[in-house]
């Protein structure tokens, strides 16, 4: 069974300052994908960045970018230049091809001045 | 703004009462999901719907049910309600059936409907 582990329930920042959100996934399956959802206090799943199984390079999305490490099963998400904005809370997900979209339970992030 | 619109935004309802959610898809999406957010069981995926078809369950309860209509709006059925049920209800949309990967496969989530079971 696909699992996702995000086992940062906060994290804290300064602007400007780059920060790393932890995801670790657990599959069999050689093909899949990866996604980034962003939560604000407003509620609404915004989509931040994807990766799939057999991209050979990581993905970047703006000042977000996703470290890939397929072999230890890890995707964790790269903010770089930490903005007041950036406050929410972070998603990792994943899904096989014919699956629906699976979730961890998120991290929160506070980005303070 | 997703282009996703689910209504209504705020639900408050009692026990054993039924509730209808309703989902508009972004246009050109065929596919619609539906999501259950709490803070005990995080996002759990429900049901997805492709062009009028049921697609794929998840850990959707018996007393809830949905359909997708053949304007491609979707509605989602909670019956009986209990206290456990209140939480956030997403519907999100894709324009593919799930069956691919790769980028295009994302989903674009709506704002939510928060159900409050009292």
């Known amino acids: 069974a696909q699992k996702i582990t995000q086992t940062q329930p906060g994290m804290f920042v300064q602007e400007k300052e780059a920060v790393t959100l932890d995801c670790t996934y657990d599959t069999s399956d050689p093909s899949y994908g990866l996604f980034w959802y962003k939560q604000p206090s407003s509620g609404e799943m915004i989509f931040l960045i994807y990766?799939?199984?057999?991209?050979?390079q990581n993905a970047t999305e703006g000042r977000y970018s996703l470290n890939f490490q397929k072999a230890r099963k890890s995707a964790n998400l790269v903010i770089s230049a930490s903005q007041l904005g950036d406050s929410a809370m972070y998603f990792c997900?994943?899904?096989?091809?014919?699956?629906?979209?699976?979730f961890g339970k998120g991290t929160t992030l506070s980005v303070s001045s | 703004d997703s282009g996703v619109t689910q209504t209504p935004k705020h639900l408050i309802t009692a026990t054993g009462q039924r509730v209808t959610l309703r989902c508009s898809p972004r246009s050109g999406d065929l596919s619609v999901y539906w999501y259950q957010q709490s803070l005990d069981q995080g996002l759990q995926f429900l049901i997805q719907?492709?062009?009028?078809?049921?697609?794929a369950k998840g850990n959707i309860l018996e007393r809830f049910s949905a359909q997708q209509f053949p304007d491609l709006h979707s509605e989602l059925n909670l019956s009986s309600l209990e206290l456990g049920d209140s939480a956030l209800y997403f519907c999100?949309?894709?324009?593919?059936?799930?069956?691919?990967?790769?980028?295009?496969?994302?989903?674009?989530f709506g704002s939510g409907t928060q159900l409050s079971v009292l």
């Open positions: 990766q799939g199984s057999y991209d050979q």
């Open positions: 719907y492709y062009n009028g078809e049921e697609r």
């Open positions: 999100a949309s894709s324009v593919t059936p799930g069956s691919g990967l790769g980028q295009g496969e994302k989903l674009f």
């Open positions: 997900a994943m899904r096989k091809a014919g699956t629906a979209l699976i």
